[in-house]
């Protein structure tokens, strides 16, 4: 329905949603954040493709240094091992607490999970691109489960979480542009066209 909406607002360009855009990954400076304050967006994947208005892409904070960034750096570019960046003690320490830690029960699924991020670097550094969600398993539509920005009246790419390992991948390999989910967008945005540039590969 929010596509069918934003057609009748905005035209056959119109926002959709889980549309996949493309974004220069290191020209990307803020993180979009709630209240003024460094934390999680108010925004969710279920928002995507949502036009609206106000001032709610004023409230940006600069792209701080995450927990992934640092690991992503550590192993590719320091040259640790996945266990020597602190990530795998991290992630045996929430399953000791909660049971499991971002889909993983144990330290074989830990592994992996970071056994395959090996594998998208270097495909990403054999490429220079990181692969749509559309040609990686467990696709369900357009761009869902991307790295997730929303789009600023000005045209700026503000990240809200989502696809945190691939944008540090994305963002040490210098890559020109990457695939990102839409999340929300400004109607100044729109109307100013920003969505043709960014639907460019």
Same mark, same amino acid.
């Given at each position: 329905?929010?596509?069918?909406?934003?057609?009748?607002?905005?035209?056959?360009?119109?926002?959709?949603?889980?549309?996949?855009?493309?974004?220069?990954?290191?020209?990307?400076?803020?993180?979009?954040?709630?209240?003024?304050?460094?934390?999680?967006?108010?925004?969710?994947?279920?928002?995507?493709?949502?036009?609206? /208005?106000?001032?709610?892409?004023? $409230?940006?904070? %600069?792209?701080?240094?995450? &927990?992934?960034?640092?690991? !992503?750096?550590? +192993?590719?570019?320091?040259?640790?091992?996945?266990?020597?960046?602190?990530?795998?003690?991290?992630?045996?320490?929430?399953?000791?607490?909660?049971?499991?830690?971002?889909?993983?029960?144990?330290?074989?699924?830990?592994?992996?999970?970071?056994?395959?991020?090996?594998?998208?670097?270097?495909?990403?550094?054999?490429? /220079?691109?990181?692969?749509?969600? $559309?040609?990686? %398993?467990?696709?369900?539509? &357009?761009?869902?489960?991307? !790295?997730?920005? +929303?789009?600023?009246?000005?045209?700026?790419?503000?990240?809200?979480?989502?696809?945190?390992?691939?944008?540090?991948?994305?963002?040490?390999?210098?890559?020109?542009?990457?695939?990102?989910?839409?999340?929300?967008?400004?109607?100044?945005?729109?109307?100013?066209?920003?969505?043709?540039?960014?639907?460019?590969?």
């Amino acid at each position: 329905m929010r596509d069918v909406w934003n057609r009748v607002r905005f035209g056959p360009g119109a926002p959709r949603s889980d549309e996949r855009i493309y974004v220069a990954p290191c020209d990307v400076r803020y993180i979009h954040v709630t209240d003024g304050t460094v934390g999680k967006s108010m925004f969710r994947r279920r928002h995507s493709g949502m036009v609206r /208005g106000g001032d709610w892409d004023l $409230s940006r904070a %600069p792209l701080p240094e995450t &927990r992934a960034a640092r690991v !992503i750096h550590d +192993h590719f570019v320091r040259g640790m091992s996945w266990a020597e960046t602190g990530i795998v003690d991290y992630h045996l320490e929430k399953i000791a607490e909660k049971g499991i830690s971002e889909g993983a029960r144990t330290l074989e699924e830990i592994m992996a999970r970071y056994e395959d991020l090996d594998r998208v670097y270097e495909e990403a550094q054999r490429t /220079g691109k990181l692969r749509p969600r $559309s040609e990686l %398993p467990g696709h369900l539509r &357009r761009e869902y489960d991307g !790295i997730y920005v +929303h789009i600023a009246r000005d045209g700026e790419v503000l990240r809200s979480g989502g696809g945190r390992n691939r944008f540090a991948i994305a963002r040490v390999l210098k890559l020109p542009k990457i695939p990102a989910q839409l999340g929300i967008i400004h109607p100044e945005a729109v109307r100013a066209g920003v969505l043709t540039r960014l639907r460019q590969e």
